[in-house]
């Protein structure tokens, strides 16, 4: 399996970071909706679904958290802590997120609007999904 971390170009000076975030360019799709998670409390495992068409990227603006990517065929887990770094979440990827640290704010733009139709929340239907065709 095959993750994609984006690298963003940061502008920096004196004063400080910038990073800036531009459909089809930086990022790779169409940017429909933005949300973010923050306060997650200790030991809180969130995620635990994969999408059925979603494209996401994530990135820990503040402080980082671990992320677990499962294609159904092999699970891929990493740390994001890098406020000039996407991590790309393809569809059809189960994934889970975990070890947030106090601070972390993981920000996430998505490439269509909410809609529970399109989750997938049961392991063994996205597992059999994965292995009996898309
Ligand atoms: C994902 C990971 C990385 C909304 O009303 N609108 C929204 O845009 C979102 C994302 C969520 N919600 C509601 C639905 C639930 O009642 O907010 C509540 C928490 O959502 P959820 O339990 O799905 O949150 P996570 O952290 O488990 O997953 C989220 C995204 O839902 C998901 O698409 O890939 O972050």
Redesign the pocket.
Known sequence: MQIKLIQLQKHGDERGSLVALEEEKNIPFPIK?V?Y?FKTQDGVR????A?KK?K?V?IAVRGSCRFLLDDGDEKIDLLLDNPAQGLL?ESFMW?E?YDFSDDCVLM?L?DDY?DEGD?IRSYEEFHALAHGGK
């Open positions: 909706r949300y998670l969130r995620g635990l679904h999408h979603l996401q994530a979440i994934r997120m996430v998505a909410y989750y």
